[in-house]
């Protein structure tokens, strides 16, 4: 069957295929830059798609819901993973009540927490990222994720579901932070608070620079 386009980004192509191997999939390929020197291109392409799949393994093995990755083609820039039957996160809190969003948020902070204490940063931490799939989160697209553990990108990752939540989910922000935060908590313990004062300081720099 053809594959279809399903989602069109500035680094990678989301492809649908229903019938991978008896099974439906996800391809996420990254396309050809030709600004860039052919073997320069390639090499970055191949790294990036390597540095993904590492990610969303390491993710996975610290117990954070992520989908199963079926094959990985580095020369061609491909992963082909599973498709996460679902509504994103973004799209699911309007249809949701308040208690049915707190709850799912606490779900997502302890998650978030999870995955910054196994060393791991999202690097695009938002409700567009991950997928309510019944009873769970799967945490979707680590393709600026990092290994870290340092408190300040802890404190941007934290700092961009903040964001997220100021601009997209403003009505309800203040109950789904606390919530989030409260989860966070259960799986950083005592580390969670440093974080939420370095996301502080980011914030306060941001809005340093748009005054200048």
Known sequence: MALTLIAKGAEADLLLDPDWNGRKALLKRRGVKKYRHPQIDRDIRRYRT?????????AKEAGVPTPLIYQLDPEGA??????IEGVKVRDAVPKLGLGENRALFRLIGEESGRLHRAGLIHGDLTTS?????????VFIDFGLG????EV????????????????????????LLESFKEGYRVTMGSEA??????????????????KE
């Open 193 to 210: 608070e440093e974080v939420f004062r370095r996301a502080d300081e980011v914030r306060g720099r941001g809005r340093y620079i748009d």
């Open 50 to 58: 390597l540095h993904e799949a590492d990610i969303i393994h390491r």
């Open 78 to 83: 491909t992963i082909v993973m599973e498709f």
């Open 146 to 149: 990092e290994v870290s553990k």
């Open 129 to 137: 990222n991950m997928i309510k799939d019944g009873a769970r989160v």
């Open 152 to 175: 300040e990108k802890r404190g941007v990752d934290f700092n961009l579901m903040v964001r997220m939540l100021a601009s997209t989910h403003y009505t309800v922000m203040e109950p």
